[in-house]
């Protein structure tokens, strides 16, 4: 399953609008709301869905050229966790911000679509394949987005 599958999966579930996105090598950002479940809850059944799905396809995907040295790293931190029995793929906590009004959102969006370029990735945001960066330049992203404004 596809990174844009999980994500339209979880905003189908959970009455999940999604205004922004971007998905990294190693992190992801998103300004998610719901009208139904506390964010906490979404965040939490999100991540363990994607927890599960991705392992199932790192261990399942021969040609995987780190596949042994992410299974093992993955499993070492779920030992060191309590809160795990075996693996751990996504950190345990979150950096939640809320945004109160339309100055804050434009200013977080634009914090997560310039990931990509200063990274080094893409040198213009909206060249970015995971991200939200390209519906705001008239392209059709990977999830279906809430517009705010």
């Known amino acids: 399953m596809s990174y844009w599958k999980v994500g339209n999966f979880a905003r189908k579930r959970k009455v999940l609008r999604y205004s922004g996105w971007v998905i ?7 300004i998610i709301s719901s009208i139904k479940n506390d964010l906490e809850e979404i965040v939490r059944d999100m991540k363990s869905h994607t927890s599960t799905t991705l392992k199932k396809q790192i261990k399942t995907n021969a040609e995987e050229s780190r596949r042994n040295w992410m299974i093992w790293m993955m499993e070492r931190a779920g030992r060191k966790n309590g809160n795990n029995e075996e693996w751990q793929f996504w950190q345990q906590h979150n950096q939640p911000v809320q945004l109160f009004n339309l100055e804050m959102f434009y200013q ?4 997560i679509h ?9 040198e213009k945001a ?10 705001f330049y008239g392209k059709k992203g990977l999830i279906d987005l809430s517009y705010v404004y």
């Open 114 to 122: 310039e990931n990509p370029v200063k990274a080094g990735f893409v």
């Open 24 to 30: 990294m090598p190693s992190h992801a950002h998103m």
């Open 108 to 111: 977080k969006l634009t914090y």
């Open 126 to 135: 909206e060249e970015w394949l995971y991200s939200s960066a390209r519906d």
